[in-house]
């Protein structure tokens, strides 16, 4: 496994490679979710790149940038089990050299959910995901279900601007009690990691609903809503039902739907997803 | 010389060519400022693909997309004579399905000059040239000079999203009086056409008194300005001294400078530039 810290030397490296190439982009502090990742992506392709980069452009002004969990060490140590080809570790100056002004802007799917919640988000997420394409070239990249509007929001930008990387997307990876994985369920304390499950517990109550039928998405939001509230720690961000391409808001489910919350539990903001198809 | 009308019959007979691919995208009504630039690909890339979009995304509401001069005819026997290998000519639907909704934005180099007079513009022009780089995979691109911000933009944004294309500028090709070639001259009756000289006419007052040794940009500037109000047809837009790279205004020039204007003659506005270095 290499570990490249310079985007030169990463162009060097793989120009040698002649295989198809798998990208799984991730923002370190790695768990089962991006390893579920690595794993496919290995299977899939003959050299198979891992980034790890804190992106600055994707945090709001008043988000966890600075506190964003990090062991880089821990990280490789796992990358290195998984037989990864290579590690690339970019500095932020070389992502972002000083006068740094170009962005990719997916409008309308960016416009709610988490884009409402986060502005410029997907505008960071969009931009540095393209950067890494150029720079990789990958033929397939790898990104979780978990983040279900940010998939969205890189396949729109890969068909609008003919990228011709195919999106693969894994499934979310959960802890026994159903908490979706991630590297801010590190911020949790004992009591919130407790109460943390609710977002599973919300999403299954409507998931249940639909399969006996229900199809009006404002009786499950309700549904959705009223569990999230007998949680004392929690407290709802937004609960959707949405059209899953369009991201659009449903009144009636009639085709694939996505179900998705964020709630903050504590000072802990948390996202989950289910497809309702 | 093949002509290929969509993206997927382009991409699958670029997909066989080993060597060099040489771009030179197009808005078609060619002249020999666009020929020139056929001839330097030719020369330079074993593979040369020149596009022709009129691309609808560049254009303000009310400017003149409905009145842009095409002859498609014409264009296709003067790039056979180049011997030009393959001539991309796709349609509106095609580079814009329904639903398209992302953008390339370059801050700050488009603030100005043409961007202040064409809100819009250049996100239009970016996310085409990305487009058509992603189509085509080149590994040169060739534009005019003539169109200097035009040059700046493209550039800015292949540094700041990491794509690997050289960006090859070829000199503004000029009538004898000075006029440089622009698509846009056919818009001129016979006297507007005598007085859009009055462009080259002021850039070069400029240049002179810049090679005697004025600096002074204010200075050269009221020069370019009183050349031009001399001219009845003529009407400035802008006329502007500023540093050739970040396109911010010089008020002393002490580096390589970007002289250029934007002047209405009668209704058909038309550009121009020299670089003081």
Redesign the interface.
């Known amino acids: 496994m290499k570990i490249i810290e310079t ?1 030169p030397e990463l ?1 060097q490296a793989l120009a040698k490679e002649s295989g198809n190439i798998g990208l799984v982009p991730t923002m370190g502090y790695l768990h089962e979710g991006h390893l579920s990742l690595v794993r496919m992506a290995r299977r899939e392709n003959e050299c198979t790149v891992v980034s790890i980069f804190v992106n600055p452009m994707q945090f709001g002004a008043n988000e966890d940038l600075s506190s964003y969990p990090r062991d880089t060490s821990r990280d490789l140590k796992l990358l290195e089990i998984e037989e990864v080809d290579y590690v690339f570790i970019p500095a932020v100056s070389d992502m972002y050299p000083t ?11 960016t416009e709610r959910l988490e884009g409402a919640s986060r502005p410029g988000h997907f505008r960071g997420v ?2 540095v995901v ?2 890494l394409f ?2 990789v070239e990958p033929n397939r990249a790898y990104f979780g279900q978990k983040d279900a509007q940010q998939a969205v929001v890189i396949k ?2 890969v068909l ?5 990387i195919d999106i693969v997307l894994g499934a979310t990876i959960r802890e026994s009690d159903g908490l979706a994985l991630s590297s801010r369920n590190s911020y949790l304390n004992s009591e919130e990691r407790k109460a943390a499950s609710v977002l599973y517990r919300a999403l299954t109550t409507a998931k249940q609903m639909w399969q006996q039928g229900e199809c009006d998405a404002g009786r499950l939001k309700d549904e959705m809503r009223s569990v999230i509230q007998r949680e004392p720690l929690a407290e709802i961000n937004y609960v959707s039902i949405a059209d899953s391409n369009t991201l659009e808001e449903l009144s009636k489910i009639d085709g694939p739907a996505l179900a998705s919350l964020a709630v903050n539990i504590g000072s802990t903001r948390l996202i989950d997803n289910f497809i309702l198809e």
Chains 1, 2 share one sequence.
Do not use: C, P
Not at 160 to 164: G, I, Q, S, T
């Open positions: 985007i162009r006068g740094f002004s170009t962005w990719v802007e997916v409008e309308r799917v969009a931009t393209q950067k150029h720079i729109k930008m609008d601007l003919n990228m011709y």
